[in-house]
């Protein structure tokens, strides 16, 4: 059975894909307490020892206004950590699979947004994510990164769960209507991230 590394496994997606993987992939999660993103030698520590496969980076400062107040840390975590992640799976000839979002981009285009879009990140969040991308790749050509908006599933209540609960229990709802984002499921994405740990898919 193929040893999969969750790291971010205490949060929404990480948590579903632990959970939805256990019966395929031998799952060793790390959560916040287990692994911190700020210290490089932490995880040059905790998981250069460590045998497997692939290692899934679910684990993010995601909260977009703390980023704007704290841009060191946001770029430590986001920014760095994914290329100390890449390199320590490069090393292995790890898969690594690194978990980033649709606020790489900024918001202009009045269509749906494709690999080929320039990412212009207008945020601190989205620009610390975006400098996450390149570290990964920077370390690993054959890092894969999964760029999703919106994340909502049964682990962490979300935007999404705010919104069904507002409709339920009210006639009319006030909310933001100048933002467009196609919701991802964390379910959805554990099914479509399987086979590229699975085969190792290209
Ligand atoms: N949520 C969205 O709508 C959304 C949209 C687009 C992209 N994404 C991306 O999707 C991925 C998963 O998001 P999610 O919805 O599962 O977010 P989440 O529930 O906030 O999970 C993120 C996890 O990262 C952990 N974390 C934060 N700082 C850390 C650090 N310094 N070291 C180690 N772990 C740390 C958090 O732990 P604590 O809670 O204990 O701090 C949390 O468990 C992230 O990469 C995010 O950027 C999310």
């Known amino acids: 059975m193929k040893r999969v590394v969750i790291v971010g496994s205490g949060g929404r997606l990480g948590a579903a894909l632990g959970r939805e993987y256990s019966n395929q992939f031998d799952i060793v999660g790390f959560n916040h307490a287990q692994l911190d993103l700020g210290t490089a030698e932490q995880m040059r520590a905790t998981l250069g ?32 950590a994914p290329g100390v992640l890449a390199e320590i ?87 933001i209507a100048d933002k467009w984002a196609t919701p991802t499921y964390t379910l959805d994405l554990a099914g479509l991230l399987q086979p590229f740990i699975a085969n190792g898919q290209a």
């Open 49 to 80: 020892g460590l045998e497997f496969e692939a290692l899934i980076n679910t684990a993010a400062q995601t909260n977009v206004d703390r980023c704007e107040t704290h841009q060191e840390e946001a770029f430590a975590i986001n920014g760095e």
């Open 89 to 175: 799976c490069a090393r292995k000839e790890a898969r690594f699979i690194h978990i980033s979002t649709d606020y790489v981009f900024d918001g202009e285009k009045r269509a749906p947004y494709t690999e080929e879009d320039e990412a212009r990140p207008i945020s601190v969040y989205g620009a610390s994510k975006r400098a996450g991308e390149r570290r990964a790749l920077e370390a690993n050509e054959r890092a894969l990164i999964v760029r999703v908006s919106w994340v909502f599933g049964p682990d962490r209540p979300s935007f999404i769960d705010w919104a069904l609960n507002q409709a339920r229990e009210h006639e009319e709802v006030s909310a």
